[in-house]
């Protein structure tokens, strides 16, 4: 039982360069979010959705693009890579509202 | 805004003592909480949740407190071992997102 599943664990990018950052869950949940840690702070959200197909902003949503491509799989995307988009992301999946969020490893990227 | 606050950033306990990880809510349409743990490296890991219709839930060595008087949430941990050492997240569930607060670290020392 896999969980939630993160690719690529480390990732080194040049500013300007872009990338997506993927994310499976195996748990048939219907929603799935994407989170960044700066060092010594919380969770931020960035994107999330609800339920296949539907897609919302969160709390740091400026600099990225997220595709739910089917029940399973968010990606996240950085169209064009800044320094401060330097940091550690998360990607979560729960069953719905009010119920447990699991998490994934996390990816490291680091923007150079 | 939505928002999550925590008191204090750092807490160290002794070995054996109890610890009490308090955190504030701001947005009175949350109905669910909850409290995770993330460890040097890894993802968050979830501790306990609490409905927004219990004051009170009790699991192995951790309970949570609810007030929403006055929007607090804490969660107790009972003897606390070397174990426990992590970053303690609160988070509340004011519609389909989960919004996190900062984060307490606790470190625990013989």
């Known amino acids: 039982n896999a969980g939630v599943t993160q690719t690529p664990k480390f990732q080194v990018l040049k500013t300007g360069q872009s990338m997506t950052l993927q994310c499976a869950q195996d748990?048939?949940?219907?929603?799935m979010y994407w989170y960044r840690q700066d060092p010594g702070m919380g969770l931020r959200l960035i994107y999330y959705?609800?339920?296949?197909?539907?897609?919302d902003k969160g709390e740091v949503p400026n600099g990225y693009n997220v595709s739910r491509l089917n029940k399973r799989e968010f990606s996240l995307r950085l169209e064009s890579a800044a320094p401060s988009q330097t940091s550690v992301y998360f990607c979560?999946?729960?069953?719905?509202?009010?119920?447990?969020?699991?998490f994934g490893q996390g990816t490291r990227l680091t923007v150079v | 805004g939505e928002s999550v606050g925590l008191h204090l950033p750092t807490l160290s306990v002794q070995e054996g003592d109890n610890s009490i990880i308090n955190c504030a809510y701001s947005n009175s349409a949350s109905d669910y909480f909850i409290w995770y743990k993330q460890e040097s490296g890894k993802g968050p890991q979830f501790i306990i949740d609490i409905r927004s219709n219990m004051d009170k839930r009790q699991g192995q060595r951790v309970t949570v407190l609810l007030n929403k008087t006055v929007k607090h949430l804490s969660l107790q941990i009972a003897a606390t071992q070397p174990g426990d050492s992590a970053v303690y997240f609160c988070a509340e569930n004011p519609t389909d997102k989960l919004i996190f607060g900062t984060g307490t670290r606790l470190q625990v020392f013989p």
């Open positions: 959705s609800a339920s296949e197909g539907t897609t």
């Open positions: 748990m048939n949940h219907n929603s």
């Open positions: 979560a999946s729960s069953d719905g509202t009010a119920t447990e969020a699991f």
